[in-house]
């Protein structure tokens, strides 16, 4: 690889050198891709892993501290302009008590909005309780059912769409809490008149009479920075720092080769020298890592997810950036957003160069041997030894695999209206939003053919 990346230099030499591995065409680009992430990965284990997915589980948290459309995926509390759900809808906080009957669990908070429907209620619910077990391990949220028992006799189960679904100007709009009355003294009624209309709509959250819609949110904060900025830096600090005075291996090796063919080449260009660093291994391999978390972590990386870290990530490339950012008042908000933090992240990007630079060189020797125990332990790994779960929750399929829910009880049910019989194995869910349990009383059931 080394005699490869020595005439890809000499190529940019010869015509543009500070366009050097900016791209992933040739070979040896790609092989320096995947020589780096392997080289990485104890480091990304060990430093890196924790804040990243703190940061991912706050900008969730963030998201889901309002409403969010069913159909577009919009919300309230966003990071991308883009995804934000402008239409004001109010949305009240619902505290559900949750509690596993027959597990002998402690019961669990789950708090959910009264703008939720059915389906991201549920979303919520299988959070809370398989919090520590890998996402690929999850039931699917269509294969479990959500029902209400109203009274100690009757039960119902709740659905997005059903009969007693609202339908306005032809949209029949999804089933929400607010629109079973989850938290008022109101049952469910028994039945109510088919409404008819089958076409859904846009958006669930569309506004009712009164309701205003506005092009942009007037201060342009679409969520509490402050809120989000502590583990940005943390996530930040953590990829750009040096830990016990020792850089990665591979980062010390790669840049010494880097800065020792510019020495040969009589490029003596400070910038050059960064932007080769930049383009080996920020933009090369970190950048990747924050778009799709997936490739680190079991998680769910929905799309709203990835436009919100599609933002970080870009604060990023404009930390590692020697451009000047041309920012205005009619500039998008994604790049307003960490204007003011870029000029520190920036001091954080050159230290980390310096220090690395100012360390004693490694020999071949030193590098052979660390090339050799990566992969001593990529074997153990792949043994079942360990992984990225051991580091982080529901992360890394290497890890030893979390304890499945079990089965608590098991029976057959009368679908409505279907003249047939449904087997079920039951994982319960109470949710006692402040009634006596024969008013509000909630189930989650899983049907026993999703374990196997």
């Known amino acids: 690889m080394k005699d490869l990346l020595v005439d890809l230099i000499d190529a940019s030499a010869s015509k543009n050198p500070k366009l050097m591995l900016r791209r992933t065409e040739s070979v040896v680009e790609k092989m320096l891709t995947n020589w780096m992430s392997i080289c990485m990965y104890s480091y990304l284990r060990e430093t890196v892993g924790e804040p990243f997915f703190l940061l991912i589980c706050a900008i969730k948290q963030q998201i889901n501290k309002g409403s969010i459309d069913a159909i577009t995926g919009k919300a309230r509390y966003t990071l991308n302009e883009e995804w934000l759900l402008r239409e004001n809808i109010e949305a009240k906080p619902r505290n559900l008590n949750v509690s596993f009957q027959g597990c002998g669990m402690d019961s669990l908070s789950v708090r959910a909005m009264d703008t939720d429907t059915l389906s991201q209620v549920k979303e919520k619910i299988l959070e809370a309780f398989c919090k520590n077990v890998p996402y690929s391990q999850w039931p699917r949220v269509e294969d479990v059912d959500l029902e209400w028992f109203a009274t100690s006799t009757d039960s119902y189960i709740l659905r997005d769409l059903d009969d007693t679904s609202v339908v306005e100007d032809g949209r029949k709009k999804l089933n929400t809490l607010a629109h079973y009355k989850v938290n008022l003294p109101a049952l469910l009624p028994r039945s109510l008149p088919g409404l008819g209309g089958e076409l859904l709509s846009p958006s669930h959250c569309f506004p009712g009479p009164g309701c205003c819609c506005f092009p942009r949110p007037p201060s342009r904060v679409l969520v509490p920075q402050g809120t989000l900025q502590k583990f940005l830096d943390d996530l930040f600090k953590a990829i750009l720092s040096i830990r016990d005075d020792k850089p990665p291996v591979a980062v010390k090796y790669f840049f010494d080769f880097l800065e020792e063919q510019a020495e040969k080449r009589g490029i003596t260009d400070p910038d050059t020298m960064h932007i080769w660093k930049t383009n080996s291994l920020p933009l090369r391999f970190w950048v990747n890592i924050l778009k799709n978390p997936q490739f680190v972590f079991d ?154």
Request: aromatic share 6%; hydrophobic share 35%; with cysteine.
């Open 299 to 452: 998680i769910d990386k929905t799309d709203h997810i990835d436009a919100c870290l599609s933002v970080i990530a870009q604060a990023f490339i404009d930390a590692c950036s020697l451009s000047d950012l041309q920012l205005g008042k009619d500039s998008p908000t994604n790049k307003l957003l960490y204007a003011k933090e870029i000029p520190e992240y920036r001091k954080i990007v050159q230290r980390y160069y310096k220090q690395i630079h100012d360390m004693p060189p490694l020999s071949e020797q030193e590098m052979n041997a660390h090339l050799a125990e990566e992969s001593r332990v990529r074997r153990w790994a792949a043994d079942g030894g360990g992984g990225l779960a051991s580091a982080c929750p529901r992360a890394g399929a290497g890890a030893a695999r979390a304890r499945r829910p079990s089965l608590l009880s098991s029976g057959r049910r009368q679908e409505p209206g279907s003249g047939r019989e449904r087997r079920w194995a039951a994982v319960s869910y109470c949710l006692d939003a402040g009634r006596s349990k024969q008013e509000r009383i909630f189930c989650l059931k899983l049907p026993r053919t999703n374990f196997i």
